[in-house]
């Protein structure tokens, strides 16, 4: 344990030098508080987008038809309801499977034309796809048995064809159709029109798409995997299944959102290395600070040091003293720099996406303050070995 009288003497030494004291500890202060933000920001960012993601549906698998513009498409080569049925049966861990097929129609309301995307969908595409149902209901079983002329709308041609009334329970002609609305959706995740879900969507029982298309083929086959571990197996049995099913001429690609998963991955990863090699430097810079100011502090208390040797202090007394010093000054600086990084997210918190939480991790919080303080012990040893070597004989005739 350091002795009361060596806190006291390293406490007056940084008081008699404030000026010095607090600029060497800012470098530490922006340091600590660059590592603490790195961190913060990286995990935040990694969650965020892995939540968005498995926002537009956790643990897919999709597959469609691989058209080639040199061969003509057979209808014997287009996935079919019966390759969903199949693959809910053969794959083993499936929670759900769903089948779309979309065209291009327009919405009559009134004297408003708008052209919308038609989306026929079967039961399990609500689970898969993590629509959030705003209004009304999703279609069922007896809507899909019955072939009810029903269908659910975005909540952007809610707003368009019907804004002054709620659209539940009243039809909307849709191509040569007409629907009745039962419900309101939107994207839990916006995919920016890269799904089939647009702006302006509407979604019908799979089984009207005949009117549409003449046929019941899928456009796109969705299955949903009961983890994350089986979401490689369920993509490779999905491709055999199809493989089997289909002529050999028929190539489909089976896909999953893993690949992106772990793009994200790396990229937060390498953003993260770059930013905290950033934040090690500013420590570096810091700590080669406190080193330079420590060694002019001895020089300028040679004889301040001769005299506590001459009255008896020890080696290890002037050691451990600007040691201290050393480390106070890393420590307070590594606190501050934490304060203030764990203030930043609370104050721009207001402007960010009201899904988007920045709760600083206890690591950052640990990581920044053991290496601020690690930094000033390293180099502040040099400084303090030096003033612990002096005689007190050639200390006392310094000037």
Known sequence: MLRKETWMVALDGLWANKLRAFLTTLGVVIGSACIVLVVTVALTGRRYVIAQIEGVGSNLVYARLDIDPNRPIMLEDELSLEDMIAARTAIPGLVTVAGTRGIQTSVLAGSLERIVSLVGVTEGFQQIRNLLISRGRFVDSNDMES????????????????????????????????YTVIGVFRERVETYGLSEIQDYTVLVPFPLMKYYTGDTSLEMLYAQAG????VLPVTIQLGALLRSRHPTRAHYQVMNLSSILEAARQIGLALTIVLLVIGFIALLVSGIGIMNIMLVTVQERTREIGIRKAIGARRSEILNQFLLEALLISGVGSVLGILIAAAIPVIVQPLLPGNLRVPVPWESVLLAFLVSCSVGVFFGYLPADRAAQLQPTESLRYE
Not at 157 to 166: G, K, S
Not at 227 to 230: A, G, I
């Open 147 to 178: 072939r009810s002329r029903v269908c659910l709308i975005t909540t952007k041609l809610a707003e368009l064809v019907f804004p002054y009334a709620d659209p539940v329970g009243r039809n909307l002609r849709v191509g040569e159709l007409s």
């Open 227 to 230: 983890s994350p571990e089986r």
